[in-house]
């Protein structure tokens, strides 16, 4: 009925296949729909989203929601424009409108869907007239978008607006939305991921004759079987003495705060190293999910890769088959399921499909892909947003965030966990309460009470699980790599002993000072490809070593050293690190805490400077493990700096206040952007003897088009790169992105990352091919361990500024 009001017939075609009849509009805008409906009914969003148009405007709740599903429904309205049915339909009753100018169709659907509401707001008052006018340009906005980025929707309302009243009357009525402006951000992120979704869903089934019928999503008995699962798991656990029954104490007092506060959204759990938070998090996790119907997938989030495969290894040991569970990640290949009855070409759409959308009741990721969720613009980034709600998120060692984005960051957690019925399990040893910056905190609960916090903290087991010597930081002279050399001929020669340098420059220099010295010595940074990693970490299970590393030892490397030494950072740094430390709880360690680089230029304008062990009173934080008064501070400076004015108008935050209030999206994302991607990544082709790299699990059963004697090539791994850039060699582009997420893996081996130091800057090695840098003549960059020589390409860069 709808459709017939703006002449939608058979006569227009929405998609045309080869091996199909060409699809209608109207089809496709039903089916489009029907994959909306699905989705809310599958999801069991209908509530969430009729809660917050109801907290944004209430009195005109009906209306609103016709617009919000209307946007979905009326999505190609523009593919009317004859020029797109001639085009790009060859649609033969257009002919005549071959040789017209724009073909394109988003921007057309936005203009006539906004005519067609101008029309029916005729009867409305003044106030009322002018709040949906500024409403549905903002939903129109998700039309003209649908095949491009979210950008700015003030810049859109502004060239809008003059097609029917002055912009200022329009611009009012976003003071209207002051105090709804996290609500009216996250309703307009979660329209644009249900059309851009529902549209992909319809078209696929077109175009690849493909169904989405399953979301990945958990049943009742899902959860009911992974419940008993676990319990059956836990069996192992019965009757503990030492340290377990430490950790079986946290994990009944973290159990038992959470079923008392089932209605909280946010919870904390902050317990020491070794202390077992994964399963723990895991149980609270199974909690949650049966004591809400509505709640439907798990996501478990990580800073570090590493800490996503160790933590899927857990996974699997508890639940086996029974557990769904996805990695999603950059560098870990699309799954193909194997038993899938479709044919070749189906599989690699499904499965890329899967991918896109997190189509498991599990997903484990990583803290930059959330956040591409929550505040991208991209069609891609938008795709999972609605799988976000009715969910329960874990989030792992959050204290490594951008400090700077933690204020902002926590008033989107509790509106996001709030609005979409978001479960969100927060947890680290080392965990700042963000809730400090909100002014209602009533969301929030600590699962660790004081009290058995500081029993925790304070138990010799986890207190003294690791000794700590600041003697070195006492010297009267500024220590030296010659003063640590010497340092570490004192040491035991039967002990494991780590060194970790806060500038990659000193590691490498005490690294060649003691590797001819000492025996069985290593260096691990960011220099290092994930093979030699995982070389040195199986090594240090079963061998005396020392390892002299960067920060990336401090967090998501799985080693078990005897002796530590550190040059000093932040407080949190400083504990992660003695989490490398009798890890195992088996025996005695002690970290060596010494002064070397400045830490101010490692941590440039980081709100932690200043509170560090050359002062008394940190150090004693540090041993007490009284981390929420070190945090305290923290959170002040960064409240502080947030309320600073820049500009003689407004604060840090209200500068940010006001991009949420216009949705201005793009400059949210790049706000909101976890790590600065302005960087190079250089390939060098060279070849990694497979024979010495045991436990690299993507070595195993490796193709033999890879290999050169017996070793990983990267020249064929390059060349298969290439490959993969022209369509012509795959029959669909699923099947290339699925190809190249396989080789994705084999290539972070031999990739290295440069960070730009000024817009249009290049390397000074290598050619741009594809996003690559390929350094063809690789040999004095490269290591015989298969390591980025940086001081290398250091000599060189300098030399061109000769």
């Avoid at 981390?627 to 309320?643: P, S």
Wanted: aromatic fraction near 14%; glycine fraction near 4%; charged fraction near 30%.
């Amino acid at each position: 009925m709808l459709l017939s009001k703006f002449g939608i017939d058979e006569t227009f075609f929405a998609h045309t296949s080869d091996s199909s009849p060409n699809e209608t509009l109207e089809a496709h805008l039903n089916l489009t729909m029907s994959y909306y409906k699905k989705i809310v009914a599958d999801k069991k969003l209908q509530t969430l989203i009729d809660n917050l148009i109801n907290q944004i405007d209430s009195k005109n709740f009906d209306l609103i929601k016709e617009m919000f599903e209307n946007t979905i429904y009326l999505h190609d309205l523009g593919k009317k424009n004859p020029c797109f049915q001639a085009k790009k339909m060859n649609n033969p009753l257009f002919e005549k409108y071959s040789d017209c100018g724009d073909s394109k169709h988003s921007q057309s659907g936005a203009i006539e869907f906004i005519e067609y509401y101008m029309s029916q707001f005729e009867s409305l008052d003044d106030e009322t007239y002018f709040r949906m006018v500024y409403m549905f340009y903002n939903f129109s906005y998700h039309i003209s978008k649908h095949h491009g980025k979210l950008d700015s929707i003030e810049n859109y309302l502004a060239n809008k607006a003059k097609e029917h009243h002055s912009f200022a009357n329009v611009k009012k009525n976003i003071d209207l939305y002051l105090d709804k402006k996290f609500e009216f951000y996250i309703l307009n992120k979660l329209l644009f991921s249900l059309l851009v979704s529902s549209d992909y869903y319809a078209t696929s089934e077109y175009m690849a004759k493909l169904k989405s019928d399953d979301f990945g999503l958990f049943s009742d008995d899902d959860k009911k079987n992974l419940k008993e699962k676990f319990e059956e798991y836990r069996t192992k656990f019965k009757n503990p003495t030492g340290i377990n029954l430490l950790r079986n104490e946290m994990f009944v007092e973290a159990q038992n705060n959470l079923l008392k506060n089932l209605d909280k959204s946010i919870f904390y759990l902050e317990a020491p190293t070794g202390s077992g938070k994964t399963i723990t998090s895991i149980n609270l996790a199974l909690e949650l999910l049966q004591s809400d119907k509505n709640l439907n997938k798990l996501f478990y989030i990580f800073p570090f890769n590493t800490l996503v495969e160790q933590t899927k290894n857990v996974f699997d040991e508890i639940f086996g088959e029974t557990l769904k569970i996805e990695i999603i990640n950059s560098i870990t290949p699309i799954t193909i399921d194997e038993q899938n009855q479709e044919d070749e070409e189906s599989k690699y759409t499904r499965s890329y499909i899967n991918r896109l959308f997190f189509h498991r009741p599990a997903i484990i990721t990583t803290h930059v892909a959330l956040f591409n969720i929550l505040f991208g613009t991209s069609k891609e980034d938008n795709f999972p947003l609605w799988q976000l709600a009715n969910s329960v998120i874990i989030l792992d060692e959050i204290q490594s965030y951008n400090n700077h984005l933690w204020w902002y960051m926590v008033e989107f957690f509790d509106k996001y966990a709030s609005l979409l019925n978001i479960k969100i399990i927060i947890m680290s040893a080392t965990l700042p309460k963000l809730d400090f910056f909100l002014e209602k905190k009533d969301n929030f609960v600590a699962l660790i009470g004081d009290e058995k916090r500081k029993s925790l903290f304070g138990d010799d087991l986890f207190k003294k699980r690791v000794a700590m010597d600041f003697s070195l930081l006492d010297y009267s002279e500024k220590m030296s790599i010659e003063k640590l050399v010497e340092i570490l001929h004192t040491q035991p020669k039967e002990k494991k002993i780590l060194f970790e340098f806060i500038k990659k420059q000193s590691a490498r220099e005490f690294y060649n000072a003691i590797k001819d010295e000492f025996d069985n010595v290593y260096e691990l940074s960011g220099d290092d490809n994930k093979a030699y990693r995982q070389y040195v970490i199986n090594k240090s299970k079963n061998e005396t070593l020392i390892i002299v590393a960067t920060q990336v030892i401090e967090a998501g490397v799985d080693i078990d050293m005897d002796i530590g030494f550190k040059d000093i950072s932040t407080i949190d740094s400083e504990e992660q690190f003695m989490g490398r430390v009798n890890r195992s709880c088996l025996r005695e360690g002690i970290v060596y805490f010494f002064d070397l680089d400045p830490v101010e230029n490692i941590y440039r304008g980081d709100n932690r400077l200043g509170l560090d062990l050359k002062d008394e009173k940190y150090k004693m934080i540090l041993l007490n493990k009284n981390f929420e008064e070190y945090y305290k501070e923290v959170l002040t400076n960064i409240k502080r700096q947030g309320d600073r004015f820049e500009n003689g108008l407004m604060t840090n935050y209200d500068n940010f206040s006001e991009l949420i209030k216009k949705l201005n999206y793009k400059e949210i994302s790049k706000t909101m952007t976890l790590i600065n991607s302005q960087n190079f990544t250089l390939y060098f082709p060279f070849q990694i003897d497979l024979s010495i790299y045991k436990g690299v699990k993507e070595f195993d059963g490796l193709d033999e088009c890879f290999k050169t004697d017996g070793k990983l090539d990267g020249q064929k791994v390059w060349d298969e790169f290439l490959a993969l850039n022209d369509i012509a060699n795959f029959k669909s582009y699923s099947e290339k992105k699925v190809a190249k997420s396989k080789l994705n893996a084999l290539m972070q081996f031999f990739t290295f990352t440069l960070f730009k130091n000024y817009e249009g800057q290049r390397p000074y090695i290598g050619e741009n091919i594809s996003g690559y840098y390929y350094v063809e003549n690789y040999g004095e960059f490269i290591t015989q361990e298969g390591k980025f020589d940086r001081e290398k390409y250091n000599e060189l860069k300098n030399s061109n500024f000769l």
